[in-house]
DNA sequence: CGAAGAATTGAGTCCTATCAAATGCCGTGG
DNA sequence: CCACGGCATTTGATAGGACTCAATTCTTCG
């Protein structure tokens, strides 16, 4: 893997233990057997990537593709005048490498440290022609994504801040749930700039809903994250 | 292929000659021989629906997959409140399938006179496991989708009603071009209320945006559809 | 020709954005 | 330990773009 980012610390060593992996099984890895996971191994490149650096930026030609380990990203899109629209966060299992040809489609920055598994280009090709079910995994994986997507369209398109915000309460601490931290207690490590850049707001907007749903005493607004004080509620707003 | 809709008019004879098909080289089908092709036609139930009949709905067992041959399909969410989102267009030689589960994830009504090739779940998941190229096929096509659907976000989000409407025309005259009709005359088979649904805005500000484009002299509208008068001038505010 | 739906136009309001200022939070260094 | 500086966040005041409600005009089609 030639790593692009200057701030990327790749680990030329072979991977640590693709068995060992905490995300292996919430993972496209998920899909492999033990003999394919040391074949993994041997092509993998730990790569860490401290917080606030770039793992890749759009445009760029698409020479590696990741799977997250530990840490949070953030996916985004920006126009020429700087309006920024992040079109995800990636959380420990999830996959980047799937919406892109020969260029990266969207740029990506660790917001805390990351640590992600990074395969080249050539070795994920091979390596999709060579293992069908990896194939089926990462379409199932492209068509779940899509399927959030298309749910982020209707938050953008049809719902107020206040809906907004709590769908992605709730959608963020169903993810973390999966991952193993079931909690009513959501970790939030992206800004309050990077909450409104992704629901389609202002950072003021943001921060008077915030407020707001703190005052109604739906939240309780805590380091780094929220509690949910009244889940059901949250639900109700949600309800699709 | 059970036909959930009652407006469906399943034929049940086999399907017109795959190899004639005009849509097959911009469709999933490109991927196969003209062996597979065959094979492919004794799988495959034509089914026409007329304007405005619903193909399926949110929800519902998702018991067929379909290849758009002639006409167009919207595809959308709705609220509980009935606030709705289209999530896309589907145009000749697009699929229907890829973001579903055990049920379908959004609605999808014929806007025209619809023909589409249909499959039933056993059957596609059948020929996906039997042909790995097919899978690949369809991995870009859903990869292609989540690209759009990042690119969709960032101008629902992050656009005014004049940026979205502009890049609207301009994706709808590209992806009209693909399938073999490229002209500077966009045709616009959906209602206002659609394009509405679509760019997250109400039917009042897509006619007020198209009245004030036409005033312009930027596009004049035509009968169902619009003729892209200064074609530069569109793709500079869209430039991304 | 007339009815019904679709689209346009108009007037006024509201939600969210914008601009601006104050407050809070940390890490640094005296 | 505490003062300081820089940044993130919150809060306030105002403005504006898109929405809402309402009426008119245009199409389509029996």
Redesign the interface.
């Known amino acids: 893997m030639d790593c692009q980012s200057p701030a990327c610390g790749v680990d030329h060593r072979q991977a640590s233990s693709c068995l060992a992996c905490k995300v292996r099984l919430a993972s496209v890895c998920a899909s492999l057997s033990v003999d394919e996971l040391e074949l993994l191994e041997a092509m993998a490149q730990d790569a860490t990537f401290p917080a606030k650096s770039t793992l890749f930026s759009q445009g760029q030609p698409a020479h590696s593709v990741y799977n997250i380990t530990s840490g949070i990203v953030r996916l985004y899109?920006v126009?020429?005048d700087g309006?920024?629209?992040i079109?995800g966060f990636a959380l420990p299992g999830d996959f980047l490498g799937?919406?892109?040809?020969d260029a990266f489609?969207?740029s990506a920055d660790a917001i805390d440290d990351v640590a992600a598994c990074g395969f080249s280009r050539p070795a994920y090709s091979a390596l999709?022609d060579a293992k069908?079910h990896l194939?089926?995994r990462?379409?199932q994986f492209?068509?779940h994504?899509?399927?959030l997507?298309?749910?982020?369209?209707?938050l953008?398109?049809?719902?107020t801040a206040e809906e907004k915000l709590i769908c992605f309460l709730l959608t963020m601490q169903e993810r973390w749930g999966k991952i193993g931290k079931p909690s009513v207690t959501v970790p939030l490590p992206m800004s309050r700039q990077d909450i409104a850049?992704f629901?389609?707001l202002t950072i003021e907007t943001v921060s008077r809903t915030f407020t707001k749903l703190a005052r109604d005493k739906t939240i309780l607004i805590v380091p780094d994250g929220v509690r949910l004080m009244n889940p059901d509620r949250m639900a109700l707003v949600a309800?699709?």
């Open positions: 899109k126009l020429p309006r920024r629209q079109v799937l919406a892109m040809r489609g969207f999709i069908p194939l089926r990462l379409h492209a068509t994504e899509l399927t997507a298309q749910e982020q369209m209707m953008l398109g049809r719902r850049d629901l389609g309800a699709a």
